[in-house]
């Protein structure tokens, strides 16, 4: 049998069939056009449905788990909150479906084959376009009341700058992908910002040590909340590690306890695949 993991998010849309050991069978990629997200990553899943069994969609925004509609999103997926993915996506490929937050999906598929593998206290941040996150307890991946758990990208206490959902000071307004391109200014991305950080622009290195600062910051506070083992990190602007790296670990290691000093940061072992292999992992879990 086989298992369909579909992971939308704000640049690009990843989907995989994966067999019953999660092994990517066959896979693909697309850009996330404005207006067309939800079209292409139906198009993709078409384009690997063969004998699968059910599909799982890792999605971003807050997922209300029971209904699978997207019940809250920020600015950069407008149009996107009130979606109904799981009805769309059931109706569209006449198969059972799964919808969750695509950060829940990313730390499913560690927990399951990844980095986070045999951990039962774990947590996983991406940062990307925006920032996401995903907490695991005692083994159990919490979505909270109304699926919103683990939204660390939206907490507060981190400067006065907006935020894409519309409030301020929030991680994402200092850490994300959009708002390192932001924050330096001049109309560059975050990726020519981290190549001009790495040729010693100060203003560049700034920016990146503020966000890793920030990132630091988030990650103790969860991993001090929730006693964890384990953070894993993903995402596009995760490529700047070398940036981020230094002062988020200097943030850590000043800020947690000595009960959490032996808190491990990994990468995704996955890679791009991670949501869309969790997102696969979900539906395999559901049948």
Not at 15 to 23: I, K, N, Q, S
Not at 24 to 32: C, I, M, N, Y
Not at 165 to 193: D, F, K, N, P, T
Request: hydrophobic fraction near 45%; charged fraction near 20%.
């Amino acid at each position: 049998m086989s298992w369909i993991g579909v992971d939308i998010g704000g640049t690009k849309i990843q989907a995989v069939r994966c067999d019953d050991d999660l092994r990517v069978l066959d896979s693909r990629r697309a850009e996330s056009p404005p207006g067309g997200i939800l079209d292409t990553a139906l198009r993709l899943a078409r384009e690997l449905q063969r004998d699968a069994q059910g599909i799982g969609v890792g999605a971003a925004g807050v997922i209300d788990p029971r209904t699978g509609e997207v019940t809250t999103a920020s600015d950069s997926f407008p149009g996107w909150q009130g979606t109904k993915l799981a009805d769309v996506v059931a109706d569209a490929l006449a198969l059972p479906v799964v919808v969750d937050n695509d950060v829940n999906a990313f730390l499913h598929g560690e927990a399951m084959v990844g980095a986070a593998r045999g951990y039962r206290h774990a947590f996983g941040i991406t940062v990307g376009t925006g920032i996401g996150g995903a907490l695991i307890s005692d083994g159990v991946l919490l979505r909270g009341t109304s699926g919103g758990a683990g939204e660390i990208g939206h907490t507060p206490g981190f400067g006065d700058e907006p935020c894409t959902c519309g409030a301020r000071g929030h991680l994402e307004s200092v850490a994300s992908g959009r708002s390192i391109g932001r924050r330096y200014g001049a109309g560059v991305e975050a990726a020519q910002v981290a190549a001009r950080a790495r040729a010693g622009d100060e203003a560049a290195l700034r920016v990146f040590h503020e966000a890793g600062a920030a990132l630091g910051q988030a990650i103790a506070v969860v991993a001090t909340v929730l006693d964890s083992e384990i953070a894993v990190l993903g995402g596009g602007v995760l490529a700047a590690w070398d940036l981020l790296g230094p002062s988020c670990w200097a943030t850590v290691r000043a800020s947690v306890l000595d009960t959490n000093a032996g808190l491990l940061i990994e990468p995704a072992r996955l890679g791009g695949h991670a949501a869309a292999i969790g997102a696969a992992a979900l539906a395999q879990a559901a049948h």
